[in-house]
């Protein structure tokens, strides 16, 4: 049993200080939910802090825990079918009150967000892999069963070819604060530029200069996020010709100058090891279920809850960072 004291009721509790609605969507039809959106994406960060990756594992937890179910806002036991129809929701929720969250601990001088990174990372998916050619060509070999029809192949920089999906993240880097998570989506295998391109205006407004791999060397994200007050910072990816832009050559020469290359190691010390961190800590490496709307659910609630376990220790006074104790206590 746990206590009212527990660190689990009390990072629910801190969902509803932190929360903030979402419009609801234009022409939606039906009658109003009886379960709402707060409550079941708390139910769904239960899910994920006590790993109960399975619908059954999850309603047998909270129906014998009638206090982790109040704190949810459960007046009553939502069955699993529910469970499955309302998970579709939780992926776009956790974007939102990623965002609000991360602005907050901004804002409120936890996290210093003037410098940011962003990028990245593939999830694998549980399961047998569906190569390439079979997939581009729609066939599954004979034999091949419980295969994620969902997923994508993603090269990754560290790992190869990996098959599964894309956490896009945006986090604060600056090396006196701890990081912060101030934007987030999960995709197959889009293109990391266009992604970003179509978010950067969704950054806080207190981010000056982003920090990206050759990868974001993109005109056009580059031209939207100066617009947004924001230096991007990010090599060439083309090594400099006689047609090479002012622009261009200008952003490469500070790269290679002492100031320009002590501003974009932090890149390299904050947002790549992040990745690695949040696969450990949530236990994501692979993933514990298949499918797009499930590999988003997850990788977003531990990216959520990673803020809101800052927010937690910045509140009882703890270790910014110490996130893994908190987990520990769950």
């Known amino acids: 049993m746990i206590t009212a004291d527990h660190p689990l009721l009390q990072l629910l509790a801190l969902i509803d200080l932190v929360w903030i609605d979402v419009e609801p969507g234009q022409g939606k039809r039906g009658g109003p939910k009886f379960y709402s959106e707060k409550t079941m994406f708390k139910v769904y960060v239960v899910s994920l802090l006590k790993q109960l990756w399975a619908h059954r594992s999850l309603w047998r937890y909270l129906s014998s825990m009638p206090m982790a179910a109040a704190a949810c806002g459960l007046v009553r036991m939502p069955d699993r079918r529910t469970l499955d129809r309302r998970l579709a929701e939780i992926a776009p929720q956790a974007e939102v009150q990623i965002r609000a969250l991360g602005l907050t601990l901004a804002l409120e001088e936890v996290t210093d967000a003037v410098v940011a990174a962003s990028d990245g990372s593939a999830f694998a998916t549980p399961g047998p892999v569906w190569h390439k050619k079979d997939k581009a060509a729609g066939v599954i070999p004979e034999g091949l069963h419980g295969v994620d029809k969902e997923a994508d192949w993603i090269q990754s920089t560290y790992h190869g070819w990996v098959y599964g999906y894309k956490a896009h993240v945006s986090i604060s880097v600056a090396p006196t604060t701890v990081r912060v998570v101030l934007d987030a989506t999960v995709t197959g295998s889009a293109c990391e530029s266009h992604v970003l391109q179509a978010r950067v205006k969704d950054l806080p407004p207190l981010v000056r200069t982003l920090l990206l791999d050759a990868g974001y060397d993109d005109g056009d994200l580059i031209a939207d996020a100066a617009q947004c007050g924001i230096d991007v910072l990010a090599p060439l990816s083309k090594p400099i010709g006689k047609s090479t832009a002012a622009d261009r050559r200008a952003r490469a020469a500070y790269l290679a100058a002492p100031q320009g290359k002590a501003r974009y190691r932090q890149r390299g ?3 790549e090891p992040f990745f690695a961190t949040i696969k450990d800590f949530f236990h994501l490496d692979p993933l514990p279920r298949q499918g797009k709307t499930n590999a988003s659910v997850l990788i977003l609630l531990a990216l959520y ?16 960072g110490a996130v893994k104790p908190v987990l520990d206590m769950l």
Not at 305 to 320: E, G, K, M, S, T
């Open 269 to 271: 010390t904050s947002i």
């Open 305 to 320: 809850a990673w803020n809101l376990i800052v927010l937690f220790n910045f509140i009882h006074d703890r270790p910014l």
